[in-house]
């Protein structure tokens, strides 16, 4: 469908005064309405402070570029301050006696709408400007790549040692013990390929010692696993990182340790000890039953209700979350593994405390730095704006892309039980492969999931293709739609977030499949050059215009096969159309209204085609294909 123009509010600057209110503060807002729209009797902000309805009055403030523009103040009354638009239309034009309707995050409504929806003004500090500016690049250390002195050290007991040129063994225990060597002056060595892409955050997944691969079952947190270089080597990384620009943030499980870790080794050892608060024992006796992650007993779970863990793991200058953003290391901050499932164990839930005394500790440490959750299923309930800066959550951006975009071709796989499969790996959902999906229904989740949520938090989170727990995007992609899915992922509002390999077009039937070591041999290969370009490309793109970074972002059209929006700000606007027909054949739209001047749009990237024809604007293109336009900005009119 191609969207009515309608009136248009988000939390970007153009309709909010400030990103960062403080309580009590006077915040203006704007609502943009398009001068075809039915005539306004009045405009009214509703805010919700303390649940209780209040009412600001708004004011036309003059009309530019075929919109009229309404403005209102209103007072910051709690830490997450909601608040809707009531118009109030002409009776005489619509025939009604007093037609009514609300625009919230979800768009306009006839009717009264869930306060879960309102725009929201957060008072908690924001982000630094560095996360939502930058892109993301996920590292799996052992995966990326070795430096000289990696061959020299004893391989750990656990370990089933692999040749870098080996095939990934995804059948236990192999699973979780083939160890490849990567380690961090590896990941050093290569900052030089990193900055020639346009990264800006490495993103790290753990460092610490471990029983495994991955390192997720951490048997210290206080120290840097030795077969990683230790800790001279991650002081090296970050300051090599810091030097060319780079931030570096690091993967947490405040959720469970390893059973090998020594809290746990006291815990389970001696019932009298004090780490034994820290974990879920049915008894006091030494044989005594735990809670572990989903049953898994080398995960045993963290107790957030003890004291002593919460001094010891998060809370205050001398806890884990700290010690790792002062110097000598200087991280710039966490991705907080299962985030989702932390504190919570049945009727407990204690989640907003954890993340609230993370987010505490960390802006008296270090303020700017930032902290993300890992939520693999709907983050809108966790993501308020008083902890989180943004999340790794697949719902709004991963899956939908998947259903889209993907077109598998039921490659043999093999799973951790020795078994073949034939079924696309999906996010781990039971009903048989990739469920099918259009354009407009990717347009659809990227709403429904992102309605609930602050806008400056949308922003940090994180628009993955793939990550270490997923299989590669490009496993399962129709022909030619990598482009489309990277330039979405570039152009939409969030911080695109890359998996190592990505940009090598690797593959990886499932999350073992795709932990591929990266193939620094083949970096000169016309397919991997093409690749890397494309990435390059975009993310260039992306860093040129600071309105892909913080700009609005407003639906023109969405059908079975294309969406075309608009990110909006003052300076400019970018139109960006992605089309992936299911037959490779000419695709086209016509937009009739709601552009700004197109006789001045400058194509910025892509193969699309934009034509101004009698009927309006027609976006055209053949095969699954993008296009970016740079289009004037916006004029807002002075008061």
Request: some cysteine; proline content about 8%.
């Amino acid at each position: 469908m191609t969207y009515s123009l309608l009136p248009h509010h988000d939390g970007s600057s153009l309709y909010v005064s400030t990103q960062c209110p403080a309580l009590g503060e006077t915040v203006t807002l704007r609502l943009r309405v398009p001068n075809s729209y039915p005539r306004l009797r009045s405009v009214i902000v509703r805010s919700n402070p303390d649940h209780e309805p209040h009412w600001d009055t708004a004011q036309a403030i003059g009309s530019a570029a075929g919109w009229e523009w309404w403005e209102a103040e209103i007072t910051v009354a709690n830490p997450r301050h909601g608040y809707r638009w009531m118009l109030v239309h002409d009776a005489a034009e619509s025939g009604e006696k007093l037609p009514v309707k609300w625009v919230n995050q979800a768009g306009l409504h006839t009717g009264e709408v869930l306060d879960a929806a309102d725009f929201s003004l957060v008072t908690q500090a924001a982000a630094p400007p560095w996360l939502t500016e930058s892109v993301m690049y996920q590292i799996f250390p052992d995966r990326f790549a070795k430096s000289a002195s990696s061959s020299s050290r004893t391989v750990p007991d656990w370990a089933q040692p692999a040749q870098w040129e080996d095939a990934v063994d995804p059948v236990m225990p192999a699973r979780v013990r083939q160890f490849y060597g990567g380690d961090l002056d590896g990941i050093t060595a290569r900052l030089e390929h990193l900055q020639s892409l346009g990264v800006g955050i490495i993103y790290l997944t753990p460092f610490f010692p471990a029983a495994s691969n991955h390192r997720y079952d951490a048997a210290s947190f206080t120290t840097v696993d030795p077969h990683l270089g230790g800790e001279a080597a991650l002081i090296r990384l970050i300051s090599a990182a810091h030097e060319r620009g780079m931030r570096v943030i690091g993967d947490l499980t405040v959720n469970h340790s390893g059973d090998g870790h020594e809290w746990f080794q006291r815990a389970a050892q001696d019932p009298a000890a004090p780490e034994r608060s820290f974990y879920y024992f049915s008894g006091q006796c030494a044989e005594a039953d735990y809670e572990s992650w989903l049953g898994t007993p080398s995960l045993p779970k963290f107790n957030w209700d003890s004291r002593g863990l919460r001094e010891a793991f998060i809370e205050g200058p001398n806890s884990v979350v700290a010690m790792w953003l002062r110097p000598p290391f200087n991280l710039d901050g966490w991705r907080i593994d299962v985030a989702n499932m932390t504190g919570r164990l049945r009727e407990v839930d204690l989640n907003k405390e954890v993340r609230t005394i993370m987010r505490s500790t960390m802006e008296h440490v270090k303020p700017d730095s930032v902290l993300l959750a890992e939520s693999t299923n709907d983050a809108t309930s966790d993501l308020t704006g008083d902890a989180w800066h943004g999340a790794m959550t697949y719902p709004s951006f991963t899956r939908p892309l998947w259903r889209w975009l993907s077109s598998p071709q039921h490659r043999p796989y093999r799973l951790a039980q020795d078994e073949e499969e034939t079924v696309p790996w999906f996010f781990g959902q039971p009903a048989g492969g990739i469920p099918t999906g259009t354009a407009q229904e990717f347009a659809d989740a990227v709403d429904r999931f992102n309605a609930p949520i602050p806008w400056r938090v949308r922003l940090g989170n994180m628009h993955a293709l793939d990550t270490h727990d997923t299989a590669r995007f490009a496993q399962n992609a129709a022909p030619g739609t990598v482009p489309v899915a990277v330039a979405l992922q570039m152009t939409l509002p969030g911080l695109p977030t890359l998996f190592a390999g990505d940009e090598f077009g690797l593959l990886g039937a499932d999350g073992e499949l795709s932990r591929t070591p990266l193939p620094w041999n083949r970096l000169e290969e016309p397919e991997v050059r093409q690749r890397v370009q494309l990435y390059r490309g975009l993310i260039t793109l992306r860093q040129q215009h600071r309105v892909l970074q913080h700009g609005g972002m407003r639906w023109l059209h969405a059908d079975e096969h294309s969406v075309a929006f608009l990110r909006e700000s003052r300076e400019e606007s970018l139109l960006v159309f992605a089309s992936a027909p299911t037959a490779a054949g000419d695709h086209s739209v016509v937009l009739t209204e709601g552009l700004p001047e197109t006789d001045c749009a400058a194509p910025l990237w892509g193969t699309a085609a934009l034509l101004t024809t009698s009927q309006g604007v027609q976006l055209r293109a053949h095969g699954p294909a993008c296009g970016i336009w740079r289009l004037p900005g916006v004029t807002v009119p002075a008061q």
